[in-house]
């Protein structure tokens, strides 16, 4: 049997694709934003700050929490999100090796 398409890409090169697919929506980075800013975890607010409907909300958290860069906790009927400090460090770390990898010169192009 022949491999996968991903099985042929380093696990690196697979876990940065899809940290980085979690993030490619501006929802998302506005999301991760107010999280960032208020380096807390953000209940329900997100709604009125954003100004999309909650289950437009709840979708994006999903993602973002499916890939591992939030995580949250239910507390009764609110659930809270925070960033995942493990996995933001090592998407971090990651992202900057491969944009630091760049050593183009002025004769590109």
């Not at 380093?10 to 940065?16: H, M, S």
């Not at 694709?17 to 953000?42: D, E, G, V, W």
Request: charge should be neutral; aromatic fraction near 4%.
């Amino acid at each position: 049997m022949g491999l996968t398409k991903t099985e042929i890409f380093t696990d690196e090169q697979n876990q940065l694709a899809q940290l980085l697919k979690a993030m490619a929506h501006p929802a998302r980075i506005a999301i991760l934003q107010r999280i960032l800013k208020s380096n807390t975890c953000i209940c329900g607010d997100l709604v009125e700050e954003l100004g999309l409907a909650q289950a437009t909300i709840s979708q994006h958290l999903k993602e973002l929490k499916n890939a591992g860069i939030i995580r949250g906790t239910i507390e009764g009927v609110s659930v809270c999100y925070c960033i995942n400090p493990i996995v933001w460090k090592q998407l971090e770390l990651q992202l900057g090796a491969f944009l630091g990898s760049y050593k183009g010169g002025p004769n590109c192009c």
